[in-house]
């Protein structure tokens, strides 16, 4: 077995140094800062079993969610006689039956022998044995909490010595499970097509043979006056592009479901309740809910918008899955569910869960945010994390995606895209106008997404939404990071030569991006030029756009360069998220908190009339406006 597994690993690695150097060819690597993903230490292809008498592991309790509830806390105890090491570790595994003759046929992979790694599917997380025992390697013994989420399968905790390069599995637990396992979780709320329309999106364990997905909805005062039906979606292993996605990442993600309410009242609180009806006509319902609507496009009154990226996910539990690696994105989280109440809208602007391709935490990340995304609306755009890798169109030839190029985030979350492959799209809030990129495919002049950019741009009246945004995960205008800046160009390459006309034509009051993980602000800046010297209110005529880096949401920081660069106000070495809030047509307040107290750590206004956005009559800027057509 152990030549067999050197082997394997032997032709995987191979084939990734291939696909690195390829992509390092065409310049279009992951970047270099980046960590790996932490399940990815696993040796899975040197799993051997040695099952061991004298070590003993249980769980409990036994069931979970006897009253409805998603996630839950489960005590693993566990004792070994002899041999006690601190390179001992606990994996969590779903579904229960985790070794390779269950689930190998799964791989589509065909052996000679009867030697075959003993595991093919990876631990969803794992703790060290003296995680919270610190005399474990003394006594042998010792006690872990893990919290587990309702994921449509049961649950088994495996013990292993040799530590994570050379796993060997000694004792295996009883198995865990949830009540009712396939019931509806996790709703997600998303604006639609039509600026009064709202979709609802959730996960089960229905298929359509089961049981009809549907929404029972209502304003308040009438709760249950529609019943809208839903869609269902779902992928295989085969839809995926390569490992670990298609491999030892996989697990089965349910079906998603998406239901769309429309023609919804303005500014109106809607309830709502997803569920399933069963061919045997009872009923099967996830949590209740409510939302705001959206207001009428140019009706002033407060509207209230949050904007960040790169979050991820990471463990309550403190699972050594992301200990010390993305904890910053439950501050995020929490500070963003304590502020529920004064905000309307959210948007995640690319790199959402970092699953890189160990799928099932795509479950974990809606089961981490749903306190949000069940009362407003969150946006998503695709970044290199969901959508990166070679041959599947997108722009950058890497592997950042883990071999899941778009498929989950596509299917888990239902955006307003013409179509689910080509993940950019426009929507509207109130006096906002949103074009959201999707900076992974070609965003240059000429092609596809760029003529929808210049559409979405030019479509917006600015006498009914003066507030023109936009969106993209990579930095496509300025950025001080040390990654952009060692490259020269201090934003992807290309990307202002081909953009920056359009931002300026068309008056583009604020660009974010994520991609690099800090906060960054620059001036009006075009052409690398400051085109105005204020710095926390700008009033008057619009002069450039403001760019803003917030992708410090939950992973790991990035550095800034230390050259100096005229057009940047400020940084912020640290993890936070921005807001903007509109009081009217004429007075905007930007503001960057930090995840970790929720307080503002730089602010902006902008106050302006229509006027001031009509067109490029300001003598000084005639120099930066397109050129005019005389009659004839």
């Given at each position: ?428 809030w109130g006096l906002f106008h949103f074009c959201v990129a999707d900076s992974e495919q070609d965003w240059r002049e000429g092609s596809e997404q760029y003529k929808f950019l210049e559409d979405c741009l030019r479509s917006v009246d600015r006498q009914k939404q003066p507030w023109l945004i936009f969106l993209a995960h990579r930095v496509l205008g300025y950025s001080s990071g040390s990654y952009y800046a060692l490259e020269g160009t201090f934003a992807e390459p290309m990307a202002r030569e081909s953009l920056q006309e359009l931002w300026q034509k068309y008056k583009v009051d604020i660009a974010f991006y994520g991609h690099v993980h800090n906060y960054e602000r620059t001036c009006p800046v075009y052409e690398n030029q400051c085109i105005s010297n204020e710095k926390d209110h700008y009033s008057g005529t619009y002069n450039a756009t403001i760019h803003i880096v917030a992708g410090g949401a939950g992973a790991h920081l990035s550095a800034f360069t230390t050259i100096e660069t005229q057009w940047s106000l400020v940084q912020d070495f640290d993890h936070g ?56």
């Amino acid at each position: 077995m152990e030549l067999f597994a050197q082997a394997v690993a032997s032709i995987a690695l191979i084939m990734l140094l291939i696909i690195i150097t390829q992509t390092e060819a065409s310049g279009q690597v992951r970047r270099r800062d980046e960590p790996p993903h932490p399940l990815s230490k696993v040796a899975l292809h040197r799993s051997r079993e040695l099952l061991d008498s004298s070590v003993t592991i249980s769980a409990s309790p036994d069931l979970l969610g006897q009253n409805g509830q998603t996630a839950a806390y489960v005590t693993v105890s566990f004792k070994k006689q002899k041999g006690a090491a601190e390179t001992d570790w606990i994996g969590v595994f779903s579904p229960a039956k985790f070794n390779g003759s269950e689930c190998l046929q799964d791989l589509n992979a065909t052996y000679y022998d009867d030697t075959v790694p003993f595991l093919c599917s990876s631990p969803i997380k794992f703790q060290y044995a003296n995680f919270s025992s610190p005399d474990y390697v003394k006594t042998g013994s010792g006690l872990l909490t893990f919290r587990l989420i309702k994921q449509r399968a049961d649950f088994a905790f495996g013990f292993f010595s040799g530590d994570l390069t050379d796993p060997v599995l000694q004792a295996v637990s009883n198995t865990i499970t949830f009540s009712d396992l396939k019931a509806p979780v996790y709703p997600r709320l998303a604006l639609g097509a039509a600026w009064n329309e709202i979709t609802v999106t959730w996960t089960s364990g229905y298929g359509l043979d089961e049981a009809v997905p549907l929404v029972l909805w209502g304003p308040e005062d009438n709760k249950s006056q529609f019943t809208s039906p839903a869609s269902t979606l779902t992928y295989i292993r085969k839809d995926l592009c390569g490992p670990p996605a298609r491999t030892v990442g996989w697990r089965d993600p349910g079906f998603i479901h998406t239901a769309y309410l429309e023609k919804l009242w303005p500014r109106t609180r809607y309830f709502y309740k997803f569920g399933h009806k069963l061919k045997n006509g009872k009923y099967i319902w996830g949590e209740e809910g409510f939302f705001t609507s959206a207001p009428f496009p140019g009706e002033e009154s407060l509207q209230r918008v949050i904007i960040y990226g790169d979050m991820g996910k990471a463990e309550r539990d403190g699972s050594n899955e992301y200990n010390n690696y993305q904890l910053a994105a439950l501050n995020t989280t929490d500070r963003l569910v304590e502020d529920i109440e004064n905000y309307d809208l959210v948007f995640h602007n690319g790199d959402i869960v970092y699953a890189n391709g160990y799928v099932f935490e795509w479950d974990q990340f809606t089961e981490q945010v749903v306190n949000i995304t069940s009362r407003v609306p969150y946006m998503l755009s695709s970044g290199n994390h969901e959508r990166d890798w070679p041959g599947t169109g997108s722009f950058y030839q890497n592997i950042d995606s883990g071999g899941e190029c778009g498929v989950p985030a596509e299917t888990y979350y239902s955006m307003p895209t013409t179509n689910k492959d080509r993940f950019w799209y426009g929507t509207q809030w109130g006096l906002f106008h949103f074009c959201v990129a999707d900076s992974e495919q070609d965003w240059r002049e000429g092609s596809e997404q760029y003529k929808f950019l210049e559409d979405c741009l030019r479509s917006v009246d600015r006498q009914k939404q003066p507030w023109l945004i936009f969106l993209a995960h990579r930095v496509l205008g300025y950025s001080s990071g040390s990654y952009y800046a060692l490259e020269g160009t201090f934003a992807e390459p290309m990307a202002r030569e081909s953009l920056q006309e359009l931002w300026q034509k068309y008056k583009v009051d604020i660009a974010f991006y994520g991609h690099v993980h800090n906060y960054e602000r620059t001036c009006p800046v075009y052409e690398n030029q400051c085109i105005s010297n204020e710095k926390d209110h700008y009033s008057g005529t619009y002069n450039a756009t403001i760019h803003i880096v917030a992708g410090g949401a939950g992973a790991h920081l990035s550095a800034f360069t230390t050259i100096e660069t005229q057009w940047s106000l400020v940084q912020d070495f640290d993890h936070g998220f921005t807001k903007l809030t509109a009081f009217n047509r004429s007075s905007l307040l930007f503001e960057y908190k930090r995840s970790s107290d929720g307080l503002v750590y730089d602010q902006f206004t902008i106050t302006r009339e229509y006027k001031d956005v009509l067109g490029c009559d300001n003598t000084n800027l005639q120099q930066f406006c397109p050129p005019k057509t005389l009659a004839t």
